[in-house]
């Protein structure tokens, strides 16, 4: 594979596909829905217009990407798999495929650390910390240390304002008449870097974390959920919009530059999808980066109450009925959130175009 390289900085073949989410330029709509699930994704891609048939494909890395239109606004659906590496394999690779803005919803499931945010409601984070295991910290050997701690909090990070209250919005008209559970829209959300030690779970190993979702509660205002996600999805749209203009950095940002390398990326078009030999993208068009916006928000399935006596966890069929109801809610979101015609990807050569 070696001499097949020609930059390892950023992997991309000769038809512009991306390494990790096999895809390119005109396969990748500006407003995205992502989930961690591809079962999720399914479900919310059966909400999609028929027409045009919908472009679904599945990198050698288990990205899937669904894209079509819903009422005629062109959307994409993209499961990524579980944590903050996959979430930066996704937001970094779709920036590079689109030209113009992105508006990017999270739809994934969390633990509620509040009791306004009951197993099967739905919590649209208003703000996200980080949570990082130090490995520093001598976890062996944990009364030796006087300062160390076991476990970084980071500085809160907010979603975009003006989408966060369309999610909550969608959602609100989304949730069936009967279904009371609340959906709430105030609270900051905790995305730990595991699923075990960094959420506080005890197992066998020497984790030092039996007082870390005390610590987070004591420490972070308004604290409510706890998952793996949405604060690297918060954290690099606020690095994108603030990033220094081309002139400052010495990185030309106007264009995407050319291939970077030969292979091995090889996508696959899964039953029901377009194939890619009908796929009318034509993967070179021009990627406009230099002036373009990434803006953000998540809708958070409660599958379980963390803090609770019993430690509820959700039903099966429940989860059923909440993947169904918010899908088309997040979808409606995005759909309504405005980008002008001139900041979206042209339409031209793309899998949506009609």
Not at 102 to 116: E, F, W, Y
Not at 190 to 199: E, G, R, W
Not at 219 to 247: D, I, Q
Not at 327 to 349: D, F, M, Q, W
Request: glycine share 8%.
């Amino acid at each position: 594979m070696k001499d097949r390289l020609t930059d390892a900085n950023f992997p991309r073949t000769a038809d512009n596909r991306v390494y990790h989410l096999g895809i390119r330029p005109g396969e990748i709509a500006n407003r995205i829905v992502t989930v961690g699930s591809p079962s999720r994704a399914l479900v919310i891609a059966s909400h999609l217009d028929d027409i045009p048939r919908k472009f679904r494909l599945e990198s050698e890395r288990g990205f899937q990407t669904i894209t079509g239109r819903y009422k005629g606004v062109p959307v994409s659906i993209i499961s990524i798999g579980m944590g903050s590496p996959n979430m930066d394999f996704f937001v970094r690779e779709t920036r590079e495929s689109i030209a113009g803005d992105m508006a990017i919803i999270r739809l994934g499931s969390c633990g509620s650390l509040s009791h306004t945010a009951p197993v099967g409601s739905c919590v649209v984070p208003i703000q996200c910390v980080g949570v990082t295991r130090n490995v520093d910290f001598d976890f062996g050997n944990p009364e030796d240390q006087q300062e160390d701690k076991a476990y970084f909090i980071s500085k809160p990070v907010p979603d975009d304002p003006e989408l966060h209250q369309l999610v909550i919005k969608a959602l609100e008209n989304a949730r069936p008449p009967e279904d009371q559970t609340p959906i709430v829209g105030d609270l900051v959300n905790a995305s730990a870097d595991s699923f075990y030690s960094s959420q506080g779970r005890l197992t066998s190993f020497p984790d030092h974390n039996g007082h870390l979702i005390e610590e987070l509660l004591q420490n972070v205002e308004s604290l409510g959920t706890l998952e793996m996600e949405t604060f690297h999805l918060y954290h690099l749209a606020k690095c994108w919009n603030r990033r220094l203009p081309s002139s400052s950095t010495g990185v030309d940002l106007s264009h995407p530059g050319p291939p970077l390398t030969t292979g091995p990326v090889q996508p696959v078009t899964l039953p029901g999808g377009t194939p890619l030999s009908q796929s009318t993208a034509t993967g070179s068009a021009l990627v406009t980066l230099a002036d373009s916006r990434i803006h953000v928000s998540a809708a958070q399935m409660v599958f379980a109450a963390r803090t609770s006596a019993n430690r509820d966890f959700i039903t099966p069929e429940k989860v059923k009925l909440i993947e169904e109801w918010t899908g088309k809610g997040v979808l409606e979101a995005l759909i309504t959130y405005n980008i002008p015609s001139e900041r979206l990807h042209p339409e031209e050569g793309s899998v949506w175009a009609t």
